[in-house]
């Protein structure tokens, strides 16, 4: 596999149910295979912060035996420009063609985090300064999480589900819940892909303005009827996104979207879902995130697996 960006990339190398056997075999086996990284550097930029990406990608490439070199752009490397063209006049010192490049001259794979500018909804839906990095990389790329998606997190959802799962084909609840800052659609976008191909009864529901892109939505059932989508749930994933219509705005902070005991008693006992870092009492109440059906330290301690077993498929070469 020369990258992962998406569950295409997956579905059209591995294979999914390839993918999440191996996955739950590292899982169960964190040091299956120690060699495949050895004498090997992976690379991770970080344009935006991160505490799961960072610590995970950097075990999951100590677990595989390989040596890592992280950077934060703009305080530990320089400032990253990103468009095509311009005069560098401004306050960006290089340009990420370069950066790529030479980051690729020292590593075997590259890790890039690149949040949705939320301005420009064209670049970012065109995942310009990912597709740029691994333009210019030269080496096997894996997204820490892009303008549209959060592959890494999408992947440690659907392990921590096979995980948890009551039933065969279990029902999914994605729900917008409010936030004070406008957040990226990546992580909901990301997941409803990755649910999309996975053997789960997908529904999503948000307050009305707040519609997906058509591309990641079209043919699942969305409802603007919050109880009505928790209605026999056996999980629940809770997140926030701004608007994709209104690209960025935040149209409503309407609290009768968190996440709450009474809510949770519409579902069949589920299981609660996030992807941290998580707003108390906005997305969650602390009675759900701390109660007995928060499976959300299990997941993000699923980064660890997704993160491994991408890297495998990247350090593994092209198959
Ligand atoms: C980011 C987001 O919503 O995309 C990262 C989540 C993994 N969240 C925040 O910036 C709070
Ligand atoms: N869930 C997630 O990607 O968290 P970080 O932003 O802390 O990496």
Known sequence: MR???SVHDLINGPGLDVAIHDALEFARHPWINTEIGRRRTVGLLFM???LRTRMSTQKAATLMGAETIVLNAG???????TRDGVVMDGSSTEHIKEAAAVMGAYCDVLGLRTFASLTDRDADYAEDVLEKFITHAGVPVVSLESATR???????DLITIEQFKPTPRPKVVLTWAPHPKALPQAVANSFIEWMSAANVDLVVTHPKGYELA????SGVAVTNDQDEALAGADFVYAKNWSSYEQYGQILSQDRSWTVTEDKMSLTNNAKFMHCLPVR?????????????????????????????????????GPA
């Open 48 to 50: 935006n912060p991160s």
């Open 150 to 156: 959060h592959p890494l997190q999408s992947f440690a």
């Open 3 to 5: 990258r992962f960006t």
């Open 75 to 81: 305080s530990d490397s320089w400032t990253l420009e």
């Open 214 to 217: 058509p591309e990641f939505v």
């Open 280 to 316: 108390r009492n906005m997305i969650v109440t602390d009675g759900v995130i701390d109660g007995p059906n928060s499976i959300v330290i299990p997941q993000a301690a699923n980064r660890v697996v997704s993160a491994q077993t991408a890297l495998y498929y990247l350090l593994k």
